[in-house]
């Protein structure tokens, strides 16, 4: 990576930035891979994103910008960390690969590359000594000669942020850096409930009888359990009666996979829900838009928040994760949800199956 790269990336994207590149995607596929919603697609300059992402009416959206590499596109996200999903990153190189890098002052640094679905190396922080994937070893000549650390050492030059070596080892895989230009470039507002990125596992219940048995139910029982509960949900929050609602989990219910459109009635609805619980959460460091919510109306729409993430576990083709994902609302013990009570319920169920 040139100095003037890092001057340009530095200048134009500050301190959080995730670029994610995609061979033999175009920047459309690009967007729509990593959860970029359709009706939110046009042109706009690094400054129109950031401006977007920081308005309450807009519901502080999360951003992407799309630009064409040649035989690479580069997403790039300017205050994000999508990309650096893991899950969502294997998820974007079904049939082809990608490759992200997250520069994260206030977290860690990250480096993945996946290919045809799988992860084959990825490393965090300043350092590849500690690395994990199928092919640990795959770009250790490239490594070598962008500078990365492979011993974790300190003798690392301490004028170099740790990111920068990482965006070398792309250069070495891809050929290639983008230059960043200050015009329009193809974005979308993104969301990854739509993706196909599977839930995460790393949210397995910290109860751990619980989750043991969680874990070892057959799917014939773990689905239905989980689809009741989030029908639960649904009706604490009054939306269950909603057809659109009470038609996927149905079919959920019946063992059936569930896509769920970002245009449909229900991907719609489900927008609306992460929509309005960004402006919750984000207009709490706005002060511009503080007064705009009360309290009662703030808690509301994280519960609802909550809801979509256990209804993408429970329409999700059974997994662990998706499991997790679904029950996060009563392992979390949020005071709404009863969660106690509900995990002991559920517990003699799985035990006396």
């Keep these: 990576m040139s ?19 995609v061979r033999d995607i175009d920047e459309t596929e690009a967007l729509l891979r990593m959860g970029g919603l359709k009706d ?22 999360t ?35 990608a490759v992200s890098v997250l520069r994260h002052d206030y977290a860690e640094d990250h480096f993945a590359f996946s290919e045809e679905g799988t992860l084959r190396t990825a490393f965090t922080g300043g350092t590849a000594a500690y690395r994990w994937g199928t092919e640990l070893d795959r770009f250790l000549p490239q490594m070598r000669a962008a500078g990365v650390d492979l011993e974790a050492n300190d003798d690392r030059d301490p004028l170099m942020h740790p990111h920068v070596a990482a965006l070398r080892l792309v250069g070495q895989i891809i050929g290639t850096l983008p230059d960043l230009p200050d015009g329009p ?11 196909a990125a599977e839930p995460p596992a790393v949210y397995r219940p910290t109860q751990e009888e619980f989750a043991d048995a969680l874990d070892a139910a057959p799917s014939s029982l773990r689905r239905p359990i989980i689809v009741r509960e ?33 245009d449909s009635d229900l991907g719609h609805r489900v927008r609306g829900w992460l929509t309005d619980a960004r402006r919750a959460g984000g207009s709490l460091n706005d002060p511009a838009a503080q007064h705009r919510m009360t309290e009662d109306e703030r808690n509301r729409l994280m519960r609802l928040w909550a809801l979509a993430g256990a209804l993408r576990g429970a329409l999700w083709w059974d997994s662990r994760g998706a499991a997790y994902e679904a029950l996060r609302p009563i392992t979390g013990d949020l005071p709404w949800t009863d969660g106690a009570s509900r995990r002991a319920t559920i517990l003699r169920e799985l035990r006396d199956h």
């Design 3 to 21: 100095a003037r790269h890092f001057d340009r990336y530095e200048e134009m994207l500050g301190e959080i930035y995730c670029l994610t590149f």
């Design 40 to 61: 939110t697609m046009r042109p706009r300059t690094t400054a129109d994103a950031r401006e977007e992402t920081r308005s309450y009416d807009a519901g502080y959206p």
């Design 63 to 97: 951003i992407a910008q799309a630009l064409s590499l040649g035989e690479w596109t580069v997403i790039i996200e300017p205050d994000g960390f999508h990309g650096s999903d893991v899950r969502l990153l294997n998820a974007m190189s079904r049939g082809t690969e």
């Design 185 to 195: 470039l193809p974005s979308a507002h993104i969301e990854p409930w739509f993706t």
């Design 230 to 262: 989030v029908r639960r949900l649904a009706e604490l929050l009054d939306v269950a009666h909603f057809p659109d609602v009470a038609e996927a989990l149905s079919a959920a219910e019946r063992g059936e996979k569930v896509d769920v459109p970002a």
